[in-house]
């Protein structure tokens, strides 16, 4: 199936900027919405804040001209859904920094009640999957069915050159435990720069999204908000003509494919395995460590473990980076047992 591809600028600028771009993405026939920007969040005050209502009425007169064109906007709060009710709005986002407020987000959604306007919510800048998953269930209460999510990254301390760090497992997480659920995702926000969004958008549809919200302006470099990240028109229609979209199916007939995952499925056990065998020996050492009454944690014993396994990594051809993040976790969990085991269980 085609995704689902939401494209249009950060913010509705002036009237000649949002026409020329909208007039230029209604050529693109991949195109299944418009996003444009009427009230803007800024993070400080002072900055270009959208233009409102004014800019309302210019959606309305682009709607009459291309009827068959969807649009959609941010709402932040009940005022801007009353709104955006009386005008030619096919759909509304909850923003990153709304997601994470509770009495925020139910006022939206309360407001909402009864419209069935399709309602897309964006992760919170925060790494914890309930709160986007609780503004999800806040639309689902109130009856909105038509709900999808968008994944626009999130703000954490590393965020590896991205404007916010995608962590894929979030969202991949999200759809496992909402299957149903479609998924968008807004390469825009998460690269924050345009030479990135090309590549994050493959990763999004070879990781099963649905689709991909877009930030295009037709002259990017002068853009009010968001200047780095936007594409021109003629740039997303070059990129959308590039992305390749593969089959969610797996092919069930393909033994070499079977082969594969036989293996893989032999080598989960032996590493599960050797798991276990790595945690009882833990425990064993911390009857040491409590018998000569040493502390649990051994600073220098960590560092030479883990210096010694991020060159072992190195040299089998693992990224170091990925062995740093694993073996942190194991040698947590090591922690955490034996002082579960010290302190006689509680
Ligand atoms: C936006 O999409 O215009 C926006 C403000 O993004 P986010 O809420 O993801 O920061
Ligand atoms: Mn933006």
Avoid at 112 to 117: A, D, P, V
Avoid at 132 to 152: D, P, S
Wanted: glycine share 6%; net charge negative.
């Amino acid at each position: 199936m085609s995704p689902i591809i939401i494209a249009g600028p950060c913010s509705i600028e002036s009237r000649s900027q949002f026409t020329s771009v909208v007039e230029s993405l209604a050529t693109l026939p991949q195109i299944s919405m418009i996003r444009c920007g009427v009230w803007k969040p800024r993070t400080m005050p002072g900055g270009f804040e959208g233009l409102g209502e004014e800019a309302l009425l210019w959606i309305d007169e682009l709607k009459k001209a291309h009827p068959n064109l969807k649009f959609c906007c941010e709402v932040a709060n009940a005022h801007h859904v009353e709104a955006v009710l009386n005008h030619s709005i096919d759909a509304v986002w909850i923003g990153a920094r709304t997601t994470g407020s509770p009495f925020a987000v139910q006022e939206i959604t309360e407001a909402l009640r009864g419209s069935n306007l399709p309602v897309l919510v964006k992760n919170s800048p925060i790494p914890d999957i309930h709160v986007w998953i609780g503004a999800l269930e806040r639309c689902r209460k109130v009856g909105l069915n038509h709900i999808a999510a968008i994944h626009r990254g999130f703000d954490i301390y590393n965020n590896l050159g991205y404007r916010n760090n995608p962590l894929w497992e979030i969202p991949m997480e999200l759809h496992r435990l909402m299957p149903d659920l479609p998924l968008i995702c807004d390469p825009s926000h998460i690269c924050g720069r345009r030479d990135l969004i090309a590549q994050v958008s493959q990763t999004a549809l070879d990781l099963h999204f649905d689709g991909l919200m877009v930030e295009v302006h037709p002259s990017p470099a002068d853009a009010l908000t968001d200047a780095s990240q936007q594409i021109t028109p003629d740039e997303l229609s070059d990129m959308l003509s590039r992305l390749v979209v593969r089959s969610a199916e797996t092919s069930g007939t393909d033994d070499d494919l079977r082969a594969l995952r036989s293996h893989i499925d032999d080598i989960d056990r032996q590493l599960l395995t050797l798991l276990a065998d790595r945690q009882k020996t833990s425990l064993n050492i911390a009857a040491i460590k409590q018998r000569d009454n040493m502390t649990i944690f051994q600073p220098k014993r960590w560092s030479e473990v883990l210096a010694d396994r991020i060159a072992q990594a190195k040299e089998l051809g693992l990224d170091p980076s990925y062995i740093k993040d694993l073996y942190e976790k194991i040698h947590a969990q090591s922690v955490k047992d034996q002082e579960t085991l010290l302190s006689g269980g509680n």
